[in-house]
């Protein structure tokens, strides 16, 4: 390496993309080469085309040794890239907790927001991670603070089912009941992404189960939108109102009849009729549930449309068949 600099190499030659030799070693994890080249003067304070800095790059790539040399030699510890994100960012979206803590304890901000609005703990959140909640609300993360459309942490934890970091969010006292600018609160994102198991964990903390958001939709009509069977199970179980309607007069039937079936023409045409019967299957198994719970038949929405109407109309002929033999049993 010697050798090639007292013969006129560049140790900060820009290649494609402002990509230079550290930069590369880094990407190659080469921590032993990395540190070579800094101690030979490389210029740490150099960033890629995406702003990037060596220390963005060095936590990416999981290189602890290379992160506690950048910042003993005073790189930015709360350098944000093009997007406004840190490397407190990136080791919380990349579960690498080591790091994490050697980025906290050297004055990473645990509060620091990306361009698209999220802190590392809405990331934390996300990944359902107890330990990286709890070490970014030691250094001082907030655990109320809200994204432009309203929601905290708790809504990105209910989104992706994540039990265990919710039920520590709650202990630390987040709002469990927020509403966001829609209306909507967490039992609304947790039944429209099929969220089942932190369901009963916020009716345990007195979230409205038969909330209306601004369009009067409430968490069942969400459920049944996105065919989210479980879901639909465990609202009705804490008493949600199967024939509750919204705005345009629809019950959560109506949506569980129509929504789900705009796809299956594509696999008519197709050689496997067994994936049509499986799509046609799977996608009316909300429709029993909501029909042995007492979901109404004859409800009409504001166009004065049936469930049934939908269901003929979509070509669903399992759920049209589900719904004449409630009605014939009537």
Known sequence: MEFLLSHGANINEKYQNSVTPLCLTL???????????????????LTNLSGE??????????????????????????????KGGS????????????????LLKNGADPNAICK???????????????????????????IN??????????????????????????SEGIDVKLIDKSGKNVLHYAAGKNS????????????????KDMYEKTPLHYAAINDCTKAV?????????????????????????????????????TKDNNLMARTIEKSSETVEVLLSH??????????????YYYAQQCGALHIYNLIITKFWLE
């Open 87 to 102: 490397p407190l960012h990136i080791a919380t979206r990349m579960n690498f907790n080591d790091i994490m803590k050697i």
């Open 233 to 269: 199970e465990s609202l009705l179980s804490h008493g949600a109102a199967v024939n509750i309607k919204n705005k345009i007069w629809k019950t959560p039937l109506h949506y569980a009849s129509e929504r789900k079936y705009k796809d299956i023409p594509s696999f008519r045409f």
């Open 294 to 307: 007492g979901a109404d038949i004859y409800a009409k929405d504001k166009f004065g449309k049936t469930a």
């Open 145 to 170: 603070s809200k994204l432009k459309n309203g929601i905290n942490a708790l809504f990105l934890a209910s989104e992706n089912n994540n039990v265990e970091a919710s039920q520590f969010l709650i």
């Open 27 to 45: 990407e190659n994890k080469n921590q032993k080469l990395a540190l070579e080249l800094i101690e030979l003067n490389a210029d740490i304070s």
């Open 53 to 82: 800095s060596y220390l963005h790059i060095a936590t990416r790539e999981n290189c602890k040794m290379i992160v506690e040399t950048l910042i003993s030699r005073g790189l930015n510890v709360n350098a944000k890239d093009n």
């Open 196 to 211: 089942f198991n932190v369901i009963n964990l916020f009716v345990s903390h007195g979230v409205n189960i038969n909330a």
């Open 116 to 142: 698209n609005d999220t802190t590392p703990l809405y990331i934390a959140a996300e990944n359902d991670s107890k330990e990286q909640t709890e070490l970014l609300k030691s250094y001082g993360a907030d």
